[in-house]
Every structure is written in C-alpha cells, then in structure tokens.
C-alpha cells in the first residue's frame, strides 16, 4: 500500500528546507536536482497539495509545506530521543547539528568554537546561521540557539554557559569634549548610540544604583543621532568619538583594557545579559546536542577569569 507520507520524506524534506534551494539540497543529499524534483514531485503527488513554490532562482515553502516542514522536524527529532533512550546510537555524538546565534557573538565567539567541536567530533555536521534577531523559541528551526539573558520559555532548556554585563562606555575623545556623566540622568544631555536588536525598548536604558534595600533602577530615555542593528557597527562608532554605547563585556573588554574606550556610569548596573545555551526539551537526549552544549560550556569555563565571556 502506497501511504501519502513515506518515513524517507521527513528527512529529504528538512534537507530540503534547510538547504533553500534544489541544488543545494542535490549537492548535500549527493544526488542530482533532477532527482531531488522527482522526489519533491512525488511527495506532492501522492498528498496531493504543493509543499514547495518553485522559481526560477527562489524556493519557499507554502502553508502546507511549513506545517509538513514542522511536524518533520519534530518526528524526526523524537526519533532520535528514542534512539537515545534505547541505546541505539550508543551516545556517539553524529548527524545535522542546526546551531543559531547573534551576528557579533557568533562570528567572533561560537564559529570558532564550532571548528574545534567538529575536529573533536567528525561524525557531526553543523549548520550555523547568524542572525540579528533571536529566532522564536517556538521556532524548531535550529537544534540549539546561543542566546544572552534567560528565556522565560518552560518549555525549553536554557543552560546557563558564562557570565556577562552590558557595561556603559566612551572614548576618551568623546568624554573629553562632551564631559563625564555622574548620574544617570546626566545620560539624557549625551549622543548615546543606539542598537535595535530583539525585542528590547529601544533606547531604554535602564540603570541600578546601589544593591539589596537601597537599590533604585531608573528607565533613561537615550537619544542620539547613530543607530544601527549590529553590534560591531556600534563599537566601532563608540570608538570614532560618536557617542555613548551600552554593550555586551565580552564585545568590548579589548577596548577597555587598551584604554580605546572608558567604562560610563561603572556604579551602576544593568540588566544581566548572561550567555546560554537554549534547546528544545526533545532534543536534551540527542548526544549531538549534550556534546555541543558541554564543549561550549567547558571552553567558557577554560576562559581567563574563570569564564567571563
């Protein structure tokens, strides 16, 4: 009996998917495009609706493929939970690992790490994709998401990986030509540089003075003249003389100990942007997942100050 959905489908069409185009999932499946065609022509034949629109030079998927692509996925990450539990794959850590994180982090900080995992573990095959927007977390896209601050989501597993502040800073040009600020008021008489990244306020800076009882968090309005969706843009205009920047420590310690750039406001705090590892609850059996999770949390951990990122 020839079923409309073939267990053989759910893997050829996430290769599909992730790939964006028919030739690439042709060169990654080691097949030709006219045979990943065929097979896409026959799946669609046999549910009898259209999974893919195709063009010339784009593929997207249509409602029916994003709800096929979902549940795919998903069917296929259960699979490989079962094969945990029963020993099946004997935790060797192999298979499509779909890793995402923020453009700056990413580049500078998991890439490399992503090139000493797999000479550690060759059986595995990593996806990276770098984006300037957390993907929902809902979104069963990737296997494991680099994010910064804890996802409130109980419905996935946030590993905590490293420490990490936003810390306030400036040239010392700037500050030498617009003044110091003393509290965190004087903020709102600045050119303060602005970065639009998630689903944070925009240019809502939101300062501690003090600990436990006496602590008091202001909500600064910032303003200024420079905004930008990448963090690198940002300290780069910080380190030309533009302005004020709130930014990760981990991207701009370099500058601080070079003395390029000089800590603002340092007895204040800021929102926590720790660094964690988020997956789905499914996907904590996969070995291919616990192996990255860890390697990632012990090459923090190895870091200089005893894992400050």
Known sequence: MNHPIQPADLGFFSILASAGSLSAAARELGITTPAVSKHLAQMEARLGVSLVNRTTRRMGMTPEGELYLEHARRILGEIDGMQELLG????????????????????????????????QYPQVEVQLQLSVNPPALTDDAFDVCMRFGAPPDARVIARHIAPNRRLLCASPAYLKKHGTPKVPNDLMKHNCIGIRQGEEAYGLWRLTSGRGKSAVTEAIKTRGNLTTNDGEIAVNWALDGHGILMRAEWDILRHLDSGRLVQVLPQCFTPDADIYAVYPQRHQLAARVRAFVDFVAQSFAQRPGGGSA
């Open 88 to 119: 099946v794959s004997k935790a060797t850590p192999k298979g499509l690992l779909r890793v995402n994180a923020t453009l700056g982090f990413g580049r500078s900080h998991v890439a490399p790490l992503i090139s000493r995992f797999v000479r």
